[in-house]
C-alpha cells in the first residue's frame, strides 16, 4: 500500500520559514519524480516545486529563489524548505509521486502566512 505522509505545516509570520516533509512508504521512492503542490481555498491546485530521480529541480515563478525542494532516497522523503514566507503562500501543501505511469497524492498539510 503506497503512502505519502507529510508534515511540517503551520502557522508562520510573512517573512518566517517552514520546512515540510514528505515520507513515501510502499514506492520504490528512488524512482519516482517527486513534487509539491499547493491549493488555496477557492483556488485550482498549482504546482510548486519538483525534483526528478535524477535529481533536477524546477519551480514555479511564484516561489522561484524562496523555496528549495530536495530528497534523501535512503530515508524516502521529499522535503521543501520555504523561506520569506508570503501571505500568498497560504495554501494546503501536498506531495505527489509520479513514475510516468500512476501517481500518488499525500493528504496534504496546511501552511498559513499571517501575522
Known amino acids: 500500500q503506497v503512502q505519502l505522509v507529510e508534515s511540517g505545516g503551520g502557522l508562520v509570520q510573512p517573512g518566517g520559514s517552514l520546512r515540510l516533509s514528505c515520507a513515501a512508504s510502499g514506492i520504490i521512492f528512488s524512482i519516482y519524480r517527486m513534487s509539491w503542490y499547493r491549493q488555496a481555498p477557492g483556488k485550482q491546485r498549482e504546482l510548486a516545486a519538483t525534483?526528478?530521480?535524477?535529481?533536477?529541480?524546477n519551480y514555479s515563478e511564484s516561489v522561484k529563489g524562496r523555496f528549495t525542494i530536495s530528497r534523501d532516497n535512503a530515508k524516502n522523503t521529499v522535503f521543501l524548505q520555504m523561506n520569506s514566507l508570503k501571505p500568498e503562500d497560504t495554501a494546503a501543501y501536498y506531495c505527489n509521486a509520479y513514475d510516468a505511469i500512476k501517481g500518488y497524492w499525500g493528504q496534504g498539510t496546511q501552511v498559513t502566512v499571517s501575522s
Open positions: 525534483i526528478t530521480s535524477a535529481g533536477r529541480t
